[in-house]
T-cell receptor, first 111, second 116 residues
């Protein structure tokens, strides 16, 4: 079965600093989703990547999918306290839309 | 983006009772909805796939008689936790994929269930 490994598991950064979260899959990714979650709340869709080498940006968040489609990274530029939360990567394993999730990365941004 | 709602947001019930959780796609139609369970500080675990007009597909280890799923329309799926026990206490989240709207899945805000 497919597994997703996120690193780091937790991250504390000073406001204004850049940061990167990685998501590595044990199998080729058909689609890779990035979501943000506040504890006890639902998931907010950030971006979806499908093609090898694809890169998407939204405001200060950029996500990339490597050429081999087994790893994705999420980069936040000039972090702000509003970026704090749990970031989850989810993989579409080409079985009718089911998503398998990584364990999450908890981000804290110190003012 | 598309909006998915869940009701109730929180529920506390006594052991042995049944609890129904609703998942609605508010501004789009969804032939497929998914139910996940999340434990504290843990990731999401897929429980089942809910298909409009047909039986749900359950993941290995998930009891279908325990977690009843009904997808009666293109905008509503329900999860009923039958004869709930304290170990069923968890955060339940649904997601919906837009019909003809590509692969993006949108998640509801979640329902926190506490069984006493």
């Amino acid at each position: 079965s497919q597994e997703l490994e996120q690193s780091p598991q937790s991250l504390i950064v000073q406001e204004g600093k850049n940061l990167t979260i990685n998501c590595t899959s044990s199998k080729t990714l058909y689609g890779l989703y990035w979501y943000k979650q506040k504890y006890g709340e639902g998931l907010i869709f950030l971006m979806m990547l499908q093609k090898g080498g694809e890169e998407k940006s939204h405001e200060k968040i950029t996500a990339k999918l490597d050429e081999k489609k087994q790893q994705s990274s999420l980069h936040i530029t000039a972090s702000q306290p509003s970026h704090a939360g749990i970031y989850l990567c989810g993989a579409d394993n080409n079985q009718g839309g089911k998503l398998i999730f990584g364990q999450g990365t908890e981000l804290s941004v110190k003012p | 983006g598309a909006v998915v709602s869940q009701h109730p947001s929180r529920v506390i019930c006594k052991s042995g009772t049944s609890v129904k959780i609703e998942c609605r796609s508010l501004d789009f139609q969804a032939t497929t909805m998914f139910w996940y369970r999340q434990f504290p500080k843990k990731s999401l675990m897929l429980m089942a796939t809910s298909n409009e007009g047909s039986k749900a597909t359950y993941e290995q280890g998930v009891e279908k008689d325990k977690f009843l799923i009904n997808h009666a329309s293109l905008t509503l799926s329900t999860l009923t936790v039958t004869s709930a026990h304290p170990e069923d206490s968890s955060f339940y989240i649904c997601s919906a994929r837009s019909l003809g709207g590509g692969e993006t899945q949108y998640f509801g805000p979640g329902t926190r269930l506490l069984v006493l």
